[in-house]
């Protein structure tokens, strides 16, 4: 046998389907001006649910089409209806002529491999429960791997197996990875021999499926199966939702079709699953991805067509109030950039529409004043701001650092003020309830004209006098759907910003924030000192450890302050999936400080299983100079600001992420002490995680940090796994590499929304609908 087995698929060998997408960019831009300006709609009725045929068809639950049975295997899937069924595409296609990589076989997995068969032999059993049987063992291989095949069964059976597997016969095998005596090995596994054109010549008798799939078409798709649903079963029920949508109407306008050089929608479902050719795989992805970012773009400009379009009351900028004496009494200049950032927010805010910003700023670059001096703002003109942080210990502090900053115009006290002043005060879930009843009453009755809190602000028990503007700090650890139901709060929709310190690549603020309109702070406050980054693999250079510590002593020696930081609370808090997955816990590094070279400094434990009293204090106590080193979790990874911490040790540093290393060492260098942070690792130097410490180590530029972990990250993970309903909408696009389809579709959703302000166009009102669905789904499900 001289044929070359060495054949690398050049589809993609990945779980990714996408990378055989056309890039957005080979949509040429000019299509853009042949979109008409008029004509395309439709005046069918909008009172009904789904309006097109289109959207009936797709929307067919699958017991309708597969029978109730079939339908509930793929609940486990997540898939529901004919058109979630079209939309689970093939993980990798084989062209029947390729073999697969029998090298990266796991035990456990289910796989399809397309390969050679080496050996077939025949066993007689003589012992055990399978005497009288016989047993085949096979080996097949892909020219680099090998895997054994064994069936056992009667004589004519085993017989006719082995007529089947001759060697030099190539064939597809589908089976779940076994392992015995040490080689990974498939037993009754689904098999059909192919020619080399493909075509399929053989096979066990019952796998009538798999003849009928892979007898169907040049290119044999290859579905994410579980052990219920092999990628045969998956690919004959494709083909019966396939089938009955058969005769359906594209949802779209034949205008926005034509303009956008789309692929028949029908043909393209068709297309992915049972396609002739690569280009149609293609072809038919390009419509799919298409879909994705146009649905989603166009929610997005409805969504804010639908805010530009409520009332909100203008709130506009007044002289000699709040703001004004708050401004007297600032104890720095802003920066430039600041000052543009709020002129532009108090442009917002005098419209009689909702204000709706997202401020990215780099971490320390003083997003809190911007926030506070708007808030001012709103209560110059009678109304209340709410402002919603993502953790505990953070709310805490901003009541803590907004009080402070406001000084004798917080509270109550209007005669040493002139009087002006307002009320600051905190709701979180874990205050006690006299006290969360008097907060309640303060937001309640208007008297706090300022109101910080966790997701407890978004509880029924919180009510507001008149709630002007929401700021929500921190957004990547809330969703848009909390946003609104914080903004569902007020009589008329209130002034919405949100702030963040990740930053975000333009695509996804474009389909996370899409309706958000974006302003950036990248200048730090000048007098800020310099944080010099030092990774310390204690694995190799034991000695180091010592020198660690040594360093935190000489810090505090000159009254510095520091944090320790570690990835879990307790030694018993490991990963229950993995025990071993260990890592430095704050209570046994705080016993080891506080009993060796730490004993006589001042040291606290703060992590988020202390009784909230109990981390206000201690959180208090470090703000105030009381305390020396905190050994913490990550709790204090974002927005905490004691300008005197000026060292950080963190433990383990490995098994952060990029961002998270960056926003932790984000604490320290707030003042005008120079901050050193130490990453503990004992990580080996060439590991990925190494890389990730040393590209923290390497620069302060949040931007650049931001790329780096992009790049190693997988996309949902971009998007944040609490990010935001709309997540659910993105399946075959991918955030990051897509932008140019993601722009051309966000110019296509201006131009119908312009043509269509109501979506009289019962293809795109369907469209809007159904992600709106599905993003409401995911918050409910989450919730
Ligand atoms: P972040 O954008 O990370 O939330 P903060 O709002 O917490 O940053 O600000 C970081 C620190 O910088 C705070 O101590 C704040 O008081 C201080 N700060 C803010 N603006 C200025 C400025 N213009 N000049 C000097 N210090 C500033
Ligand atoms: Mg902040």
């Known amino acids: 046998m001289s044929r070359h087995l060495e054949l690398v698929p050049d589809l993609p060998e990945s779980s990714d389907p996408t990378s055989v997408a056309p890039k957005g960019k080979e949509r040429p831009a000019a299509k853009k001006a042949a979109v008409p300006k008029s004509g395309g709609t439709s005046d069918r009725p909008a009172a009904q649910f789904w309006r097109t045929t289109g959207f009936t068809r797709l929307s067919v639950p699958l017991s309708g089409v597969l029978g109730g049975k079939t339908a509930k295997a793929f609940e486990s899937l997540k898939l529901r209806t004919v058109g979630d069924l079209v939309l689970h595409l093939p993980r990798r296609y084989v062209s029947g002529t390729e073999l697969s990589d029998l090298r990266s076989l796991r035990e456990g997995e ?54 089947q597997l001759r060697p030099g016969a190539r064939g597809i095998f589908a089976g779940k990875v076994g392992a015995f005596q040490g080689q990974p090995q498939l037993t009754h596994p689904d098999f059909v021999i192919v020619d080399d054109a493909g075509q399929v010549i053989g096979g066990a008798q019952r796998n009538l499926d798999l003849v009928k799939v892979a007898g169907a078409s040049g290119w044999i798709g290859l579905y994410p199966a579980t052990a219920k ?60 991805q298409f879909d994705e970012a146009f649905g989603l773009q166009l929610a ?47 442009g917002d805010l005098a419209q009689p529409h909702p204000m709706q910003r997202l401020l990215q700023g780099e971490v320390g670059s003083g997003k809190t004043v911007v926030a506070l001096r708007a808030m001012l703002a709103v209560v110059d003109n009678g109304g209340q701001a709410a402002l919603l942080a993502p953790t505990e210990v953070l709310a805490a502090q901003h009541h803590r650092t907004i009080t402070a900053m406001l000084g004798d115009l917080a509270g109550g006290d209007l005669f040493t003020s002139g009087g002006l002043g307002t009320g600051v005060t905190l709701i979180t879930g874990s205050m006690s309830a006299p006290r969360r009843r008097e ?48 903004a569902a709060k007020a009589e008329h929709r209130p002034h919405i910003l949100v ?40 694995a190799a250079h034991p000695g180091w450890l010592r020198r660690t510590w040594q360093r935190v002593l000489e810090e505090v020696g000159e009254g510095r302050q520091a944090y320790v930081v570690c990835p879990r609370i307790s030694a018993d808090s490991a990963s229950k999936a993995d025990p071993d997955d260990a890592g430095a816990a704050v209570e046994d590094v705080y016993a080891q400080l506080t009993d060796g070279p730490m004993r006589d400094l001042r040291v606290a434990m703060l992590h988020g299983r202390l009784p909230a009293e109990e981390k206000d204090d201690v959180m208090g106590r470090f703000v105030a100079g009381e305390i020396d080193v905190l050994v913490a979790t990550t709790v204090i990874e974002v927005g905490v600001d004691v300008p005197n911490a000026a060292a950080m040790v963190i433990c383990d540093a490995d098994r952060f992420g990029i961002s998270q290393l960056h926003q932790l060492r984000g604490r320290i260098g707030r003042g005008a002490h120079p901050g050193i942070c130490l990453l503990l690792t004992g990580t080996p130097p060439d590991s990925p995680a190494a890389e990730r410490l040393s590209a923290v180590a390497g620069t302060r530029d949040g931007f650049a940090l931001a790329k780096v972990d992009l790049e190693q990250r997988r996309e949902g993970d971009v998007l944040g796994a609490e990010q935001s309903g709309m997540r659910s909408s993105l399946r075959h696009l991918r955030v990051l590499d897509d932008e140019d389809l993601i722009t051309y579709a966000r110019d296509l959703a201006a131009v119908c929304l312009e043509k269509d302000p109501d979506l009289a166009d019962p293809g795109l009102a369907d469209i809007v609908e159904a992600v709106e669905r599905r993003a409401a789904g995911d918050w409910l499900e989450r919730s």
């Open 110 to 163: 289910e796989v399809t491999v397309l390969a050679q068969v080496r050996t077939a032999s025949v066993h007689g059993m003589h012992s055990g429960r399978g005497a009288g049987k016989f047993r085949l063992q096979a080996t097949i291989t892909d020219g680099r791997g090998e895997l054994n095949l064994t069936f056992f069964g009667a004589k004519h059976l085993v017989d006719y197996w082995q007529g």
């Open 229 to 288: 649903l092999r990628t045969w079963t998956i690919a004959s029920c494709v083909a019966l939702a396939l089938d009955s949508l058969e005769g359906m109407e594209d949802p779209l306008p034949s205008w926005l079709r034509r303009a956008a050089d789309l692929m028949d929608q029908p043909a393209a479902y068709r297309a992915v699953h049972r396609p002739d050719t690569e280009d149609d795989i293609r072809a038919g992805l390009g419509r799919i």
């Open 300 to 346: 997005m400009a409805r969504r804010r067509a639908i805010a530009a379009a409520d009332g909100a009351v203008p709130r506009p900028r007044v002289r000699g109030g709040l703001l004004d004496a708050f401004d007297e009494r600032m104890p720095f200049r802003l920066t430039d950039g600041q000052q543009q950032v709020s002129d532009q927010l108090f």
């Open 439 to 486: 907060a309640t009453l303060a937001a309640a009755s208007g008297e706090a004209g300022i109101v910080v809190g966790t997701h407890a602000l978004l509880t029924s028990g919180t009510q507001f006098a008149d709630l002007g503007l929401v700021v929500v700090d921190e957004q990547h650890r809330f969703g848009v759907e909390q946003r609104a139901a914080l």
């Open 499 to 538: 702030m963040t310190a990740t930053p975000i690549p333009r695509t996804v603020a474009m389909t996370v924030f899409g309706d958000l309109e974006t302003s950036t702070l990248t200048e730090i406050p000048a007098g800020r000192a310099d944080v010099s980054t030092v990774v310390v693999d204690y």
